[in-house]
Nanobody, 124 residues
Framework: QVQLVESGGELVQAGGSLRLSCVAS????????MGWFRQAPGKVREFVAS????????DYADSVKGRFTISRDNAKNTVYLQMNSLKPEDTAVYYC?????????????????WGRGTQVTVSS
């Protein structure tokens, strides 16, 4: 059984930085693309970033491009999301997800396993 556990979310001031981590257990981590999504109160879950199986390809939502960086360490079964220049509108629960293929994807339906999320709150 694949399990994904996120960590690193906390309260931070606008302009600050956070690094989220997602550790996978079960399954074969290195054979799949990984993604980060987020959901703010009253809003639908939205794509944030994704990374291909070896990390050679990344993709970002326009709203975070240039501020967030996704990376992975296959030896540690971990995917990261480095978030810089945080804004109050980045406040959300952040979820990591394992894709069903090697590649990146912006579609939630392309991911078959999800973590429980970690709360990021950015104060103004």
């Amino acid at each position: 059984q694949v399990q994904l556990v996120e960590s690193g979310g906390e309260l931070v001031q606008a302009g600050g930085s956070l690094r989220l981590s997602c550790v996978a257990s079960g399954g074969t981590f290195s054979s799949y693309g990984m993604g980060w999504f987020r959901q703010a109160p009253g809003k639908v879950r939205e794509f944030v970033a994704s990374i291909s199986w070896r990390g050679g390809t990344t993709d970002y939502a326009d709203s975070v491009k240039g501020r967030f960086t996704i990376s992975r360490d296959n030896a540690k079964n971990t995917v990261y999301l480095q978030m810089n220049s945080l804004k109050p509108e980045d406040t959300a629960v952040y979820y990591c997800a394992r894709g069903s293929t090697l590649d990146t994807s912006r579609r939630a339906g392309a991911y078959d396993y999800w973590g429980r999320g970690t709360q990021v709150t950015v104060s103004s």
